[in-house]
């Protein structure tokens, strides 16, 4: 099982870092798609503090910045579950955005946007997969309620 998970964490890891590095270089080719999200984001933002950077473009480079960072930690296995559980956060807008079949003015767009968006929510699947899969090992959760059973055994 091991090579099959590392060639899955390699394959899914790399479409983020092929798209995350597209948005980081090339935001403005995403922003009229994005506005939709970003200006909802925006007040929430700057609710937290005003301080932060919170126009589309700006947003766009960290959800691709988080996601070509995620994406090599999965490709590498170097924190395969927090950066699954990380492109699954950073999935959410974008295809919210990226896809939006319910506002498309178009059979053709409808018929793209839908099949991107089923595709998106396959992708958002595996990788709840990957951020639960332990590779075998005992989560963090079951070695922290065998250790407290055990103590309290020994009481």
Do not use: C
Not at 13 to 39: H, M, N, W
Not at 85 to 99: C, D, F, Q, R
Request: aromatic share 6%; glycine share 8%; no cysteine.
């Amino acid at each position: 099982m091991a090579p099959v998970r590392g060639i899955a964490r390699a394959l899914l890891g790399g479409v983020f870092i092929f798209s995350g590095a597209k948005a980081v270089l090339r935001p403005e080719r995403l922003v009229q798609r994005a506005r939709p999200v970003t200006d909802r984001v925006t007040p929430l933002l700057n609710k937290v503090d005003e301080r932060i950077p919170a126009n589309a473009e700006t947003l766009i480079r960290v959800n691709g910045a988080a996601q070509v960072t995620a994406g090599l930690l999965l490709a590498s296995g170097a924190a395969p579950r927090p950066a699954a559980a990380l492109l699954a956060g950073t999935l959410i807008p974008t295809t919210v955005a990226g896809h939006p079949f319910w506002a498309a003015q178009t059979k053709a767009q409808y018929d793209t946007d839908i099949v991107q968006f089923a595709k998106n929510l396959a992708i958002f699947g595996g990788l709840l997969l990957a951020a639960v899969d332990t590779a075998g090992s005992p989560s963090v959760g079951w070695r922290v309620r065998h250790y407290l059973d055990s103590r309290r055994s020994d009481d």
